[in-house]
């Protein structure tokens, strides 16, 4: 039973370029979650999906970034435009059901994007 | 606003030595706190999730203590290994129960 997987592990894009962050949860995981770390600081959350809904996006800014999850694939995280702060570390986790009380979530590897 | 500290930001300790690190947090009305471990350039690893009914959780040489009136949690590692180093990370879970608040973390090294 493969992990939570994330490609690519490395992106590097240029000023005003776009970045596409893909993320296949666990089987039978249908709870995806996306958090970024930038340098120095903790993991903050960004968005919670279930299959073709976004539950909560209050972590994620409101320009430029967006996430969907549809019925078929991963999970894509998009930056559009990147600016050199966008650079950080983005974890999606996943859940076979809605996190809290009684469920962890299981990290991905993580996408380490840098904006030149 | 749930708020998450990590006390020391990094410890450094011979090889055999026990240790503990600490997690305090803001708002005790919490389901659950859990700590995790992340390896340099991976993801993180789930170590122990204690419930919020729980004072501690055991796994191996981990143990795991919550006390939700102080705000605060322990991570003791006994017969600390060179393998152990890593950077430990406690979280809760925030708004909406999922949202997961995390702290910047302890930096452990473990000398051979």
């Known amino acids: 039973n493969a ?14 370029q776009e970045a596409r962050l893909r993320c296949s949860p666990m089987k039978g995981h249908s709870h995806v979650y996306w958090y970024r ?4 600081e903790g993991l903050k959350f960004m968005v919670y999906l279930q299959k073709e809904n ?6 994620m800014p409101k320009e430029r970034f967006s996430a969907e999850f549809p019925k078929e694939g991963p999970s894509i995280l998009r930056i559009q435009q990147v600016v050199r702060g966008d ?12 996190g809290g009380s009684q469920e962890t979530q299981y990290f991905g590897p993580g996408t380490r994007l840098l904006v030149l | 606003k749930q708020e998450v500290t990590q006390i020391p930001a990094a410890l450094s300790v011979p090889e055999g030595e026990n240790l503990v690190l600490n997690c ?32 501690e959780q055991t796994s191996g040489r981990l143990n795991a203590s919550l006390d939700k009136s102080s705000g605060r949690s322990t991570l003791y ?9 890593a ?26």
């Open chain 2, 24 to 55: 305090s947090f803001t708002d005790s009305a919490i389901y659950n706190l859990q700590w995790f471990r992340q390896d340099p350039g991976k993801g993180l690893t789930s170590l122990l999730l204690i419930q919020s009914s729980q004072r």
């Open chain 2, 77 to 85: 590692i006994a017969a600390s290994q060179p393998g152990d180093s």
């Open chain 1, 87 to 98: 650079s950080a570390a983005y974890f999606c986790a996943s859940s076979p059901l809605a």
């Open chain 1, 37 to 40: 770390q930038l340098p120095e």
């Open chain 1, 3 to 16: 992990g939570v997987m994330q490609n690519p592990r490395h992106l590097v894009r240029r000023r005003g």
């Open chain 2, 87 to 112: 950077t430990y990370l406690c979280a809760v879970p925030g708004a909406g129960s999922y949202q997961l608040t995390f702290g910047k973390g302890t930096k452990l090294s473990v000398i051979p």
């Open chain 1, 54 to 59: 976004i539950i909560d996006e209050s972590g």
